[in-house]
């Protein structure tokens, strides 16, 4: 089947790439500006047998996204849909600009609209679909400093689970990830080890292939039964 993943060229989304390519799935990888990262993305996986192509796009602007997804679908639909792109711009709340809400509301959570809407009655008409929101921990619990990342992530979730009543009779899942503190460069400026492992119960930070691992199950066959569901992948951070 055809997949897109939106972030796809970032840590946690190459990481997923892989994972839906090895499951033998056509795999278009997005990137926003760093086409070019994209696109080594994609010439690595069809260098290991996969097939895969890269697009870049603003999620956020619905004409470019419009268009871009005109060439994704021009020859097969998207059946396998992986909401991935977001970015964070951290403040507490009482010294957050209003550009710092609106930026990350719009890439997580207008952007899932975006490049959701489109491509859902092709869906429907083949009677087959898969979307995986990426969600995070934030948007379960809440975090410091981070209200308007936790605001779009627990509207992604609220999305979800409407999304996935709308569209249970028609042979299309929609689940959420909310992945928890995951390794990465990012994540490793912000949490060194000592303080991951007070914070993780399993002491230390997820792998992306380990949160591939979860999307990949949720598209496969396997999973046809689970929708609406938010499954946490966090080393059993409460």
Not at 75 to 81: E, K
Not at 122 to 134: A, Q
Not at 170 to 184: F, L
Not at 201 to 206: C, D, F, I, T
């Amino acid at each position: 089947m055809r997949a897109l993943v939106t972030g796809g060229s970032g840590a946690l989304g190459q990481a997923i790439c892989d994972a839906l390519a090895q499951a033998g799935h056509e795999v278009w990888v997005h990137a926003n500006r760093n086409l070019a990262q994209a696109e080594a993305v994609a010439a690595r996986i069809v260098a290991a047998g996969g097939a895969a192509r890269a697009i870049a796009f603003d999620v956020t602007d619905a004409d470019a996204t419009h268009a871009a997804l005109a060439r994704v679908t021009d020859d097969a639909p998207v059946q396998i849909l992986v909401n991935n792109a977001g970015i964070h711009d951290d403040a507490p709340m009482a010294g957050m600009t209003q550009r710092q809400w609106r930026s990350v509301i719009d890439v997580s959570l207008n952007g899932f609209f975006n490049v959701t809407q489109p491509l859902l009655l092709p869906m429907i008409r083949t009677r087959r679909g898969r979307i995986v929101n990426i969600a995070s921990v934030a948007g379960v619990t809440g975090n410091r400093g981070q209200v308007n990342y936790a605001a779009a992530k627990a509207g992604l979730i609220g999305a979800t689970k409407s999304l996935s009543l709308e569209l249970a009779s028609r042979g299309i899942t929609v689940n959420a990830v909310a992945p928890g503190i995951i390794a990465s460069p990012m994540a490793g400026d912000a949490f060194p080890p000592e303080r991951i492992k007070q914070l993780v119960p399993a002491q230390r930070a997820g792998e992306p292939g380990e949160v591939a691992a979860m999307v990949a199950y949720l598209v496969s066959d396997a999973a046809a039964y689970v929708t609406g569901q938010v499954l946490s992948i966090n080393g059993g951070l409460a």
